[in-house]
């Protein structure tokens, strides 16, 4: 069609089902149920937030319904960055694309210790850590080390054998005691 402005990259419509596919990982991600599940917020923080009924924010994280526009930029506005980029990664908006272990950046490591530190702080509002934050916060902890070891073992991947070299050495340079 004449009319029709040049796209500057390939753009595949996704279907709803595709969305759904989409956003309700991604949501489920973040979103707990009403005993938090581990994730950053719940239904009913999201449903308070979002000024909704809890029962439509559980049909989203469900994948009963989708959010419309003005709640999906809300979720995005409202949610660690990582939600967004998944949805927005879906067409490769901004150059975003899914992540595997070796694209973990230093930012994947600040945002994950960022969501560790807001969950604990959640925790400790009692005071204490039961059980299950116990749990969780070492899933998490591990979780954590992982990427970072991942981030870690990218960096060195690339490193020419040299500096391979002067990092291993026990005095932390080549040559030299501490």
């Avoid at 080390?145 to 490193?159: K, M, P, V, W």
Wanted: aromatic share 8%; with cysteine; proline share 4%.
């Amino acid at each position: 069609m004449k009319n029709v402005p040049a796209i500057a990259h390939d753009f595949e419509p996704l279907s709803t089902d595709e969305w759904k596919e989409r956003f309700v990982p991604a949501f489920k991600h973040y979103v707990g149920t009403y005993g938090r599940d581990g994730k950053i917020l719940t239904v009913k923080q999201i449903a308070a937030a979002l000024n909704r009924l809890p029962r439509t924010v559980e049909s989203w994280r469900d994948g009963q319904n989708l959010p419309g526009f003005a709640d999906l930029m809300n979720l995005i506005g409202l949610l660690p960055s990582g939600f967004g980029n998944r949805l927005l990664g879906a067409h490769g908006v901004g150059g975003l694309r899914d992540l595997t272990m070796s694209d973990i950046t230093v930012h994947h490591i600040a945002e994950g210790a960022a969501g560790f530190s807001m969950r604990f702080i959640n925790w400790m509002s009692d005071n204490r850590i039961d059980h299950r934050e116990k749990a969780e916060s070492e899933s998490l902890v591990r979780r954590m080390r992982d990427h970072c070891d991942q981030f870690l073992a990218n960096i060195d991947a690339n490193r020419p054998a040299v500096m391979q070299v002067i990092s291993g050495h026990p005095s932390g340079f080549a040559g030299g005691a501490q």
